[in-house]
């Protein structure tokens, strides 16, 4: 499995995983992934094995605060526990702190906890709920992941403040 950038002839693929991995409500129209991996502010990375898309990160940079904003996060279910989520997720991460952005910010769905294990486990908090947040009704919580940079101070690595 490798990761790379977006290209134009990927979208109806993305838009078919992004259908099978999430409900209606959830899920995104074509029109919409479009406008989302066209925004200026904008990065889609891809997961291949071989010739097939496994799995998809959109992610954007908030126009007025240092942020990333993760859009979706996809993984077809037989590559699931695989590695390609992480693979996604730290190429995102990675990405927020090239821009040196001090935040990356997501929303799931209250009652997908395993969705919500993970990013847990990748060090995201939940910051507040939204309720009605999907156009099916469902909530949603808003997880925040503070990102932590390095600065050599005195020959010692320290924090740099949020």
């Known amino acids: 499995m490798q990761l790379r950038p977006f290209r134009i002839s990927d979208l109806d693929t993305l838009c078919l995983i992004d259908q099978a991995c999430f409900p209606p409500g959830i899920s995104y129209s074509r029109t919409e992934l479009g406008r989302f991996i066209a925004h200026r502010q904008s990065r889609t990375w891809v997961a291949e094995d071989g010739r097939e898309i496994v799995g998809f990160l959109i992610a954007n940079r908030h126009p007025m605060q240092p942020l990333a904003h993760i859009i979706t996060i996809d993984v077809i279910e037989p590559w699931r526990r695989r590695g390609v989520g992480r693979a996604l997720m ?62 050599k101070v005195g020959g010692r690595m320290s924090k740099v403040d949020r």
């Open 90 to 151: 730290d190429a995102a991460e990675n990405w927020a702190r090239e821009q040196r952005l001090k935040a990356v910010a997501l929303e799931t769905a209250e009652h997908n906890r395993p969705a919500q294990k993970f990013y847990a486990a990748r060090g995201y908090v939940k910051h507040e709920k939204l309720e009605h947040y999907y156009t099916d009704g469902a909530a949603a919580w808003v997880m925040v992941k503070w990102l932590e940079e390095k600065s």
